[in-house]
Every structure is written in C-alpha cells, then in structure tokens.
C-alpha cells in the first residue's frame, strides 16, 4: 500500500501507569490511583487513561467536557509600563542587600562571640 489507513497511536514510557496493588493472597486490590504509603486518592493517572482511551476511540468531545478550564488573568499594561524600574531595582536590588545585611550580621556575631579576652 502507498497510504495506510488512519490510525492512532499512544506511547507510554512507564509500565506502571495503570498498575493496581494487589494483596498478598491475591484476594484483593486497590482502587486504580489509590496511594497506600500517603492514604489518598490520586487523580492524574486514572484521568490520563479515561482520557488515552477516548482519544483511541475518537471520542475527542468528551475529553473537552472532562477537561479543566484555565483563566488567564491578564496584567494592566499601563501599570506594568509605569511600575517597571521599581520592580525590576526591587528584583536586583534587595537580594544584594540582604545578602550583605545578613552577612554582615553573621560577621558581628561570630567576631563578638569568638573575641580573644
């Protein structure tokens, strides 16, 4: 064949992405994202595979409904022009200046403390 049909495709790099712990006899398992060392639930792997599987399937619509939806807060830009060398001397400046406070406190202490009598 020239061209192949359409397909999809998804690779996963870890095996233990959808693992459950099983008990010893094998008479019972957790819940897929279950955390037993931090006694909770955890989403992120069970929602990639709901949503792997959709994908797989052609089911794109119901992966939009699940989804998140994310705000951006955008920023005055009046304010941002006019506050910018204020932020950006407070950025570069008082890093520096606590560093030497900071040191220069640490040097008083230790000359007081370890001061020949």
């Known amino acids: 064949k020239e061209k192949s049909q359409f397909t999809r495709m998804l690779v996963v790099a870890d095996g233990d992405v959808a693992r459950n712990e099983v008990s010893p006899d094998g008479r019972k398992f957790t819940e897929l ?3 037993p060392v931090m006694r909770r639930q955890l989403y992120g792997n069970r ?7 959709n994908y797989l399937m052609g ?3 119901l ?6 939806s994310i705000r951006l807060r955008k920023l005055d830009s009046e ?3 006019s506050e910018r ?9 008082l890093p520096v200046i606590l560093t030497l406070l900071f040191g220069l406190l640490q040097w008083t202490w230790r000359r007081r403390k370890y001061a020949r009598k």
């Open 47 to 53: 929602e990639f595979l709901i949503n792997s599987m």
């Open 33 to 35: 994202g279950w955390d």
């Open 85 to 93: 060398g204020l932020w950006q001397t407070a950025n570069i400046a």
């Open 63 to 68: 992966i939009n409904v699940r989804s998140r």
């Open 79 to 81: 304010r941002i022009v």
């Open 59 to 61: 089911d794109e619509s």
